[in-house]
């Protein structure tokens, strides 16, 4: 079983020129409650369908199980979503031996930055570079499925 | 976009011997309402993801995404899934140039069996052979999602 460890993080001021690689994302959820969701997405050029469990131990971990599939198929399943996409860029910042995963939203969400590191541990140590700010794991109003429910504009 | 034509009728004393294979089938439902379905399910030694749109036509057509997947992958999946499982032997008989999928439930739905047709335009013309009974099509009570909440035994 494939368990996902992350943390999240607020970002301040990010310069996008300090990334690796960058991705647009468009995303839509074929199901979204608090014990799972169902997702499809559109990263780059590839599609993938994942399905997340529900959180534990206060938001660190989360059954994921993900398949690559056509973008074809992807965009045939955005049609069963309800309440729009969510659109963002996705920068890949390598800090040490860790690749935070920024995530610079638009539309509904514009203006919200967030970065995520997966650790292969809970006690896993990272370094934590100036551009980021304060901790929002397990904060589920952070959450894409919500983000798409309640958008930061609302906020 | 892969719509499936289907139609749907209960079974009078079906002889098993007639079928020219038969499967072992287990299922669970990741999602399940009226507009659409996200369905985990093993047969016979195959894993399979099935995401079904709203049905059209009285229930005669639907969109249906289907993918094969490692049968440990179901098994992790069948965790997420609420209210059981559907278990059922699923024969399949040929007649003329069609197959009939006959379905033999068992668990809180044994009693019940049921053949599905699938069809490629909604006028095609297709056998009905003499251990079909009634059409059933589209009567949603009948959809397996919705045989979980609301077995045959309760009827």
Redesign the interface.
């Known amino acids: ?1 494939a368990l996902e460890i992350e943390r999240k993080f607020l970002v301040n001021n990010f310069d996008p020129s300090i990334a690796d690689q960058s991705n647009r994302i468009v995303q839509g959820y ?2 979204s409650d608090e ?2 969701t ?1 997702r499809v997405r559109i990263k780059g050029d590839k599609g993938f ?1 994942t ?1 997340k ?1 529900k959180s534990d131990n206060e938001g660190l971990s989360r ?1 994921e ?1 993900e ?1 690559e ?1 056509p973008v074809e ?1 992807v965009n ?2 955005l ?2 979503c ?1 309440g729009g996409v969510i659109d963002k860029i996705r920068y890949d910042v390598s800090v040490n031996n860790h690749t935070y995963e920024v995530d610079v939203f638009s539309g509904d969400n514009e203006g919200l930055t967030v970065a995520e590191i997966e650790l292969s541990s809970t006690d896993e140590h990272f370094i934590k570079p100036d551009w980021l700010g304060k901790e929002v794991t397990g904060d589920t109003k952070y959450y894409n499925a919500l983000l798409m429910q309640n958008p930061y504009k609302n906020w």
Chains 1, 2 share one sequence.
Request: neutral net charge; charged residues 30%.
């Open positions: 079983m074929i199901h014990n799972k169902v369908i399905i469990g059954y199980w398949k599939i198929e045939e399943l049609k069963l309800e």
